[in-house]
């Protein structure tokens, strides 16, 4: 590896036995980067700097009000050496760990989906189709004409942001010199796993959307940067990136446990080798991405999407949805009979979902409509659009629509603190706010949940002010979100 490229010094450390005596040393006579530098990576991910953990268990909302608790009553019985970790991403199988392999166990059934329909885009029930007919046609109509129908399908990105797709295709496209396309399969937030099911169910589809992006963009490399915990998820893209025999370049980089990678500019920094921690912006990656080329990042239901649009055409897709375009795969999981990852129309409410979920677990008192970014809303909203427009009237996002229901069981207070609890296990320190704000909430609650007097709580509004003024990326902006909201909406919990 030559000095100036780090693009595999993370593989490099993970070939080594992660954050070890000697490692550091021996990655960097290695690869030529600087032994500090080798340290500073090992040490930022979770999966390189504690890599003899023999058992995650999760302590993400999902898992917890399946019973997570147990499975940590029962591994400090028992002397076995475990960790308790943030979401791992297997909300609809709760509750779950990962092994020294880095292998779930734990699981409950599998996570439910719609049959099989042909009109849906991505159709999770469905078989993959590994022929390529869509890239195909991609070819047939040429870069300027699948940008067009992009536009016309009002698809945005699916990842969180809800960014109009073809603006980004645009402008990767009139950049000038070598080009890329990152998938963003790096699916960290809480209660969201959709992005999983796309790539063990519909690998295809996601490698398809993929070469027709890079295609209309004039790239020649792809790479597809994945989540450390989702070992299957890889096995599954390989096997079908052998099938396909695409003329794309496609590499793989593993994430190494870090929340902030789900950042595109933090994923961009990992890629080559450093520290995840976001970028100032502009410029933006379409300007100034990977390596410093213009780049395309999209997650992975966004590309899924694009096959189906080529196929059948921009206005097809626009006119599936309800109150914006196209279809959303909604995963939803805790107090319901069926979690899973349903399709439906951009724009349903609550109720809809959870009718194809089976019916709601108890009585239900609040939910996140988008993972712990999203905070909490009272059950109240039930009705109100889950979509790019409705919920932020509320104080809330649709984000990746990672929708959890907790029933009158649950103490608001204490899921205020699981949310807590998670941003401050996941923040990357790059920014004083965030850093030391992230840790100041979780104590806030903390001693609210001891003592219970509110006065505990008397600064969480400043701290939030705080924390988003001065971020970099949304990470610090959001992450007093579960404990902001659980007091607006459940004062009665904080009394």
């Known amino acids: 590896m030559k000095t100036s490229d780090r693009s595999s010094l993370m593989e490099a450390l993970e070939r080594a036995g992660g954050n070890q005596p000697g490692v550091a040393g021996l990655v960097a006579k290695q690869t ?6 080798v340290h500073g990576v090992s040490t930022f991910y979770t999966l390189l700097a504690r890599p003899d953990v023999k058992l995650r268990i999760c302590q993400g909302t999902s898992c917890i009000v399946a019973g997570a608790a147990k499975h940590l009553e029962e591994a400090r019985a028992t002397g076995a050496e475990f960790e308790a970790v943030s979401c791992l991403g297997q909300c609809d199988r709760a509750p779950v760990a ?41 070819a047939e109509l040429g870069a300027e004409e699948v940008i067009a129908q992009i536009r016309a399908s009002g698809l945005q990105g699916r990842g969180g942001a809800g960014f109009p797709a073809h603006i980004k295709w645009s402008a990767v496209r009139s950049g000038s010199g070598e080009k890329f396309v990152v998938v963003n399969a790096d699916e960290g937030e809480p209660g969201t796993f959709k992005d999983r099911e796309v790539m063990l169910r519909r690998p295809h589809a996601l490698l398809e959307g993929l070469a027709i992006a890079a295609r209309a963009v004039g790239a020649h490399t792809a790479w597809i940067y994945i989540r450390g915990e989702f070992q299957a998820c890889r096995r599954s893209l390989e096997a079908a990136l052998v099938e396909a025999k695409l003329d794309l370049e496609v590499r793989f980089c593993d994430g190494h446990g870090a929340y902030i990678c789900g950042e595109e500019t933090a994923l961009l920094e990992a890629i080559e080798g450093k520290r995840g921690m976001p970028r100032l912006k502009p410029p933006y990656p379409t300007e100034v991405g990977l390596f410093g080329r213009p780049t395309l990042i999209h997650n992975v239901e966004t590309l899924a999407a694009v096959p189906s649009i080529i196929r059948r055409g921009g206005d097809w897709f626009r006119g599936l949805g309800l109150t ?6 909604y995963c939803i999981s805790g107090h319901v009979q069926r979690p899973g990852v349903y399709e439906l129309p951009l724009g349903i409410t609550l109720d809809t979902l959870v009718e194809h979920a089976g019916g709601y677990v108890g009585t239900p008192k609040a939910f996140s409509p988008g993972g712990a970014s999203s905070g909490f809303l009272p059950i109240a909203h ?17 984000g990746s629509a990672g929708v959890v229901v907790l029933n009158t069981t649950v103490d608001m207070a204490e899921a205020a603190r699981w949310g807590q609890v998670f941003f401050e296990d996941e923040t990357c320190g790059q920014c004083a706010p965030c850093r030391i704000g992230c840790s100041l909430q979780r104590q806030s609650i903390d001693r609210y949940l001891a003592e219970r007097n509110p006065s505990h709580l008397q600064h969480v509004a400043l701290l939030h002010e705080e924390m988003d003024e001065g971020s970099i990326c949304g990470l610090g902006m959001t992450a007093s979100m579960p404990l902001l909201s659980a007091m607006k909406h459940f004062p009665e919990d904080f009394e």
């Open 324 to 329: 914006g375009a196209g279809t959303k795969l």
């Open 32 to 37: 030529g980067v600087a032994e500090a530098a």
């Open 98 to 138: 990962l092994d020294a392999r880095l292998e779930p166990v734990f699981y409950g059934p599998p996570g439910a989906v719609l049959p099989a329909d042909p009109e849906l885009p991505i159709n999770l029930g469905g078989t993959d189709d590994s022929s390529y007919r869509n890239l195909q046609r991609a």
């Open 382 to 398: 039930r009705d109100t659009p889950l979509d790019f427009k409705g919920l932020p009237e509320h104080g809330s996002m649709l």
